[in-house]
């Protein structure tokens, strides 16, 4: 007889009303069968957790927190969980029909490794479904962890994998830790650099879609660029270059790429939160980056030449706000 794992299709809600109900059917509209949809809603305040609700049934759960943040709930929704594979998905956020099927048929050939997909990147008022494939640039189908991540971080590749194209087995988040509960942003970056560096490697399956929602005006905590965001996402990177040192065959590359994502986070905090950009500066410099260049429009970055990115990361801030 042959088998077929449960999968637990982890949703975190906080004030998603718009969008949960869509999100909710693209985990229970799934070609593979097997599957339970855990909802936690984070104290929303609008109307999320009854459109929830209105799902419920034995596959589909729906659990209530105080609010905590995403990565509490999602920790809520994994002490519930019983399945052997585990699919994060965020509230706003949707999934192609044959993901989940497709990328459990590669995890079966490669038990023990962690599998992503390609991503569609869509703007809320936008048909996701008319929206092109976005070019990774991942040349293999098999890559080692460290390997995966100094590509994804920017030698040679660069880019994002949005947390939704994974499928992680249970058994390796058994081994990469939790959430970790003390980060607002960032959150997925750090704990999926766990999850990969915990995993016997990572599969690329270009049989299957994520596709990911942005929202035009200030959605999201990291779009705010508050003092809470720039701290967590400074955290987090350091986290990263932690967990990554520990695995990686070639820590001076290591170093030498994250001194440079301090610099940038280092500029982008500046002059708004100066103790945060110098803090990221510092680090960039220990870690032996040389190259301070800052990287903008042509005009800001010949300028920059002249009166150093500082000045015009000032007039920036006072012209945009941002």
């Not at 299957?208 to 999201?220: F, L, T």
Request: charged share 20%; hydrophobic share 40%; with cysteine.
């Amino acid at each position: 007889m042959i088998t077929r794992p449960l999968v637990s299709v982890i949703i975190p809600l906080f004030n998603a009303e718009k969008y949960i109900s869509e999100a909710i059917r693209s985990a229970i509209g799934q070609t593979w069968a097997n599957i339970e949809v855990i909802v936690v809603d984070d104290g929303s305040t609008d109307n999320s957790l009854a459109l929830a609700r209105a799902f419920e049934t034995d596959n589909v759960k729906i659990f209530h927190q105080e609010n905590k943040g995403a990565s509490a709930a999602r920790n809520l929704a994994l002490t519930h969980s019983k399945g052997e594979f585990i699919q994060f998905l965020d509230a706003d956020d949707l999934i192609s029909p044959r993901k989940i099927e497709a990328q459990l048929d590669r995890l079966a050939i490669f038990p023990g490794h962690i599998c992503c997909c390609s991503s569609v990147f869509f703007f809320d008022n936008e048909d996701h479904l008319q929206r092109p494939v976005a070019a990774v640039g991942f040349q293999k189908e098999v890559y080692g962890g460290d390997e995966f991540l100094t590509g994804l971080y920017g030698f040679p590749y660069g880019g994002m994998v949005p947390m939704h194209s994974w499928l992680t087995p249970a058994s390796v988040i058994k081994k990469a830790g939790r959430w970790n509960e003390g980060l607002s942003v960032n959150d997925d970056g750090e704990f999926f650099c766990r999850a990969v560096l915990s995993a016997k490697g990572v599969i690329n399956c270009e049989d299957s879609v994520s596709y990911y929602r942005k929202h035009r005006a200030g959605g999201s905590l990291s779009a705010g660029l508050s003092r809470e965001a720039y701290h967590s996402m400074l955290t987090a990177m350091s986290l990263q270059h932690a967990h990554l040192l520990q695995k990686s065959k070639k820590p001076a590359d290591v170093n030498r790429l994250f001194a440079r994502k301090y610099f940038e986070t280092g500029v982008a905090a500046y002059p708004q939160y100066r103790d945060i950009s110098r803090d990221a500066i510092n680090k960039s410099v220990a870690f032996g980056n040389e190259n301070r260049s800052y990287l903008a429009g042509p005009v800001s970055t010949a300028l920059s030449r002249i009166i150093g990115w500082k000045a015009i990361r000032v007039l920036t801030y006072l012209r945009f706000g941002v």
